[in-house]
T-cell receptor, first 110, second 114 residues
């Protein structure tokens, strides 16, 4: 079954770029790649999603490998408010499910 | 726009009891999905409702059931509660499914079974 693999935690300095990796080697051709983040005691918050091409929005950029077996979420300039658990997720069109990984806890150092 | 609202925010129940959790989706959204999130883990998909029908179900027993109303709001019912059902229950809403659109999550209901 498809799944995603992420590092348990990462640290970064404030105002520096952050690259959060995700492996999804069993991804199928129609699976979308989503990223959500979750702050303590809150529900998950949408960050970005894509299918094949790299994507940019006001929050972040998503770089998708050519073979789609991995992707990287890029926060261009991390702030303390970006400290959260970041989830890399596959969305399976065939069964309407979001397949969540264990997430990466991002720690931002001032 | 109130976004996704869930009630109650916290709940304590005794083993064997039944519980009902409620979710109002974001305005304009017609699809509701429910997730269970154990402490320190990622959310696990329970089921999704669209057009008042359960469209897909995750790997959860029949003790977990749901309903969607004509106004798109939804309920999650859990019967015969077990200690292991203690978790944060999250509701997410979207338009016609979550696959290639942004989903909005509520703050969740923290259920504690004692």
């Amino acid at each position: 079954d498809a799944k995603t693999t992420q590092p348990n935690s990462m640290e970064s300095n404030e105002e520096e770029p952050v690259h959060l990796p995700c492996n999804h080697s069993t991804i199928s051709g129609t699976d979308y790649i989503h990223w959500y983040r979750q702050l303590p005691s809150q529900g998950p918050e949408y960050v970005i999603h894509g299918l094949t091409s790299n994507v940019n929005n006001r929050m972040a950029s998503l770089a998708i490998a050519e073979d789609r077996k991995s992707s990287t979420l890029i926060l261009h300039r991390a702030t303390l408010r970006d400290a959260a658990v970041y989830y890399c997720i596959l969305s399976r069109v065939s069964n309407y499910q979001l397949i969540w990984g264990a997430g990466t806890k991002l720690i931002i150092k001032p | 726009d109130a976004g996704v609202t869930q009630s109650p925010t916290h709940l304590i129940k005794t083993r064997g009891q039944q519980v009902t959790l409620r979710c109002s989706p974001k305005s304009g959204h017609d699809t509701v999905s429910w997730y269970q999130q154990a402490l320190g883990q990622g959310p696990q998909f329970i089921f999704q409702y669209y057009e008042e029908e359960e469209r897909q179900r995750g790997n959860f027993p029949d003790r977990f059931s749901g309903h969607q109303f004509p106004n798109y709001s939804s309920e999650l019912n859990v019967n015969a509660l077990l200690l292991g059902d203690s978790a944060l229950y999250l509701c997410a809403s979207s338009r016609r499914g979550l696959m290639n659109t942004e989903a909005f999550f509520g703050q969740g209901t923290r259920l504690t079974v004692v």
